[in-house]
């Protein structure tokens, strides 16, 4: 079964749907460690990312779109880096029509790496990477054993869902976390909840078809 470009417009919808509803959870988070406004940046943008992807017609189209748009909107270094999270990933599909479970992982892998490379943490810094890490291990793994595009988001969900839980015993060496020292321990980093929200809205978002 492959991903089509109609699919990849709908989990973006999907993302932006379920971070509106988190926007005041997301906010609370980031106010812990950083200003509190991590709910209602990223909320904007992929409000904005899901307008600006009505008329894409080609997989590169959606996720170039979505992460010019999150870098435009959501500002700041974590505009930056969930911009680069989308636009890494267009990069790796190139010109493919539709999307295998296989390109899939890899899509979020080049995303993830390009994250990587610009904000420098690893995993166990407490940020984003600590639920996209598990999270793209989670898709090549299901794409290896020739598991379902169902099958492989509902694992990736719960692997990046555990890894921004995870979170919560970490202390920070990035972003505004990092100032606050080990008062971060017991607060889960907000950019891995929202990655993990994201998944869990893909899975939905394909559960539904
Ligand atoms: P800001 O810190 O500019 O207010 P947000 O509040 O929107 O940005 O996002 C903060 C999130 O960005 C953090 O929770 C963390 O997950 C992520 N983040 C910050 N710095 C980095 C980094 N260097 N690498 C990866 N993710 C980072
Ligand atoms: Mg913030």
């Known amino acids: 079964m492959t991903i089509t470009t109609q699919d990849l417009r709908g989990m ?9 509803v988190n926007i005041s959870m997301l906010n609370t988070l980031d106010s812990q460690l950083g200003d509190g406004d991590h709910g209602t940046t990223i909320s904007a943008g992929f409000a904005a990312a899901a ?8 997989p590169f189209d959606v996720l170039r779109l979505t992460g010019m748009t999150l870098m435009n909107r959501m500002g700041g270094s974590s505009g930056a880096l969930f911009g680069t999270l989308f636009v890494q990933a267009a990069m790796s599909v ?4 539709t999307v295998s479970l296989k390109q899939f992982a890899a899509l979020w892998q080049a995303g993830g790496d390009g994250v990587m490379k610009r904000g420098k943490a690893a995993p166990g810094d407490k940020t984003m990477v600590d639920a996209l890490s598990p999270a793209v291990t989670a898709l090549h793994q299901a794409a290896e054993k020739g598991e379902t595009v169902e099958q492989a988001l509902q694992a990736a969900a719960a692997a990046a869902e555990q890894g921004a839980k995870n979170t919560a015993e970490m202390t920070a060496r990035y972003g505004r976390a990092q100032y606050v020292g080990e008062r971060a321990i017991g607060h889960v980093d907000a950019g891995a909840q929202s990655v993990a929200l994201m998944f869990s809205a893909m899975y939905n978002y394909w559960k539904g078809k």
């Open 12 to 20: 973006i919808t999907a993302i932006s749907a379920t971070i509106s």
């Open 51 to 58: 307008e600006q992807i009505a008329a894409a017609d080609s």
């Open 94 to 97: 190139k010109e493919a029509e």
